[in-house]
């Protein structure tokens, strides 16, 4: 968050009773949780369906100037609209996705050279047995 200047953070998730004390460390670690309901899809999998939410929060926030640019972490290609939208307006800084295989190539068309895949800091980002808490 540092390195981009990021002042606040959001993370938007369906809500699963069964998580609440990850939703309360999220919050302590300074994270803006924004909860949706959830909903059984098709398959028997959870769904809290988010996009909608982080998209509107999102242009709420440029237009009421809560931030200069946007950092935005995820792979989903749904959200190429919304960088092209940032992009735009000048106020869109980079994208963090998680996986370079399964991010969506609209995204990787929408921000050729602001994407970077956090798999290139696996060794720095993931947790190892032993650490008691003190994460990479």
Same mark, same amino acid.
């Given at each position: /968050?540092?390195?981009?200047g990021?002042?606040?953070?959001y993370? @938007?998730? %369906?809500? &699963?009773? &069964? =998580?609440t =004390?990850?939703? $309360?460390?999220?919050?302590?670690?300074?994270? !803006?949780?924004?909860? #949706?309901? !959830?909903?059984?899809? %098709?398959?028997?999998?959870?769904? %809290?369906?988010?996009?909608?939410?982080?998209?509107?929060?999102?242009?709420?926030? /440029?237009?009421?100037k @809560?931030? =200069?640019?946007?950092?935005?972490? !995820?792979?989903?290609?749904?959200f190429?609209?919304?960088? =092209?939208?940032?992009?735009?307006?000048? $106020?869109?800084e &980079?994208?963090?996705?998680?996986?370079s295989?399964k991010a969506s190539?609209?995204?990787?068309?929408?921000?050729?050279?602001?994407?970077?895949?956090?798999?290139r800091f #696996?060794? $720095?980002?993931?947790? !190892?047995? %032993?650490?008691?808490?003190?994460?990479?």
């Amino acid at each position: /968050m540092e390195k981009y200047g990021v002042s606040k953070a959001y993370i @938007f998730l %369906g809500f &699963i009773p &069964i =998580n609440t =004390n990850l939703y $309360r460390d999220l919050q302590n670690w300074g994270y !803006t949780v924004v909860f #949706k309901p !959830t909903v059984p899809d %098709g398959y028997g999998e959870i769904k %809290g369906n988010c996009d909608a939410e982080m998209v509107l929060q999102t242009v709420s926030d /440029m237009y009421e100037k @809560f931030f =200069n640019k946007a950092v935005l972490v !995820t792979g989903d290609g749904d959200f190429a609209c919304l960088v =092209n939208f940032l992009k735009d307006r000048k $106020r869109f800084e &980079i994208v963090l996705s998680p996986n370079s295989q399964k991010a969506s190539i609209l995204l990787k068309k929408a921000a050729p050279e602001n994407i970077v895949f956090l798999e290139r800091f #696996k060794n $720095r980002l993931e947790y !190892t047995k %032993g650490d008691k808490g003190n994460h990479k």
